[in-house]
């Protein structure tokens, strides 16, 4: 099955700083990579996602980028504001199953 | 957008009792929902693969027999906890794909907690 690694574990910096998040995952079927943003006691927020048909996804500050032969994905986050602090976490799923295996989270903080 | 709703928000029970917590879709069918735990700290974890009119698959480890799976409806799913112990207490939610097939959505989350 698929298995999703997530490093850091943790990431501090300071207020307009950029933050890089890495996963990587095993199942070569694999091809829906969403990322989350998840508060204490609250459900996950979609945040951005990708295809596996795309190399590269941006939305404003967020952007995501995929490496399908290294089976590597990144959230890279610019110009980061104390409200960016949470946990995220990077999932990987084939479609057609539907069930997100999650990577184990990076709790981010974000400094003023 | 589509909507998952989840409840009860939060539960307190006693140890040796049954505690239920149900996950509806809104807006659309679900033939398929997920349920996952979430112990303080850690990542998601799938417990099973909740089946709109047959029986759920249960992940390795997650006992089918503790954690009693129904999805009687197309929009209703329910996750029975039978004879709750105090490391049961976790953070359980579920999830469910609209109709488009593009997103998943998730549940707000249910808080259990066995003294």
């Known amino acids: 099955g698929e298995n999703v690694e997530q490093h850091p574990s943790t990431l501090s910096v300071q207020e307009g700083d950029s933050a890089v998040i890495k996963c990587t995952y095993s199942?070569?079927?694999?091809?829906?990579f969403p990322w989350y943003k998840q508060e204490l006691g609250k459900r996950p927020q979609l945040i951005i996602d990708i295809r596996s048909n795309v190399g590269e996804k941006k939305d404003q500050r967020i952007a995501v980028t995929l490496n399908k032969t290294a089976k590597h994905f990144s959230l890279h986050i610019t110009e980061t504001q104390p409200e960016d602090s949470a946990v995220y976490f990077c999932?990987?799923?084939?479609?057609?199953?539907?069930?997100?295996?999650f990577g184990t989270g990076t709790r981010l903080l974000v400094s003023p | 957008g589509a909507v998952v709703s989840q409840h009860p928000s939060w539960v307190i029970c006693k140890s040796g009792t049954s505690v239920k917590i149900e996950c509806r879709s809104l807006d659309f069918q679900a033939t398929t929902m997920f349920w996952y735990r979430q112990f303080p700290k850690q990542s998601l974890m799938l417990m099973a693969t909740s089946n709109e009119g047959s029986k759920a698959t249960y992940e390795q480890g997650v006992e089918k027999d503790k954690f009693l799976i129904n999805h009687a409806s197309l929009t209703l799913s329910t996750l029975t906890v039978t004879s709750a112990h105090p490391e049961d207490s976790s953070f359980y939610i579920c999830?469910?794909?609209?109709?488009?097939?593009?997103?998943?959505?998730f549940g707000e989350g249910s808080w259990l907690t066995v003294v």
């Open positions: 199942d070569s079927a694999s091809n829906y």
């Open positions: 999932a990987a799923t084939h479609t057609g199953f539907q069930k997100l295996v």
């Open positions: 999830s469910a794909m609209d109709s488009s097939g593009n997103t998943i959505y």
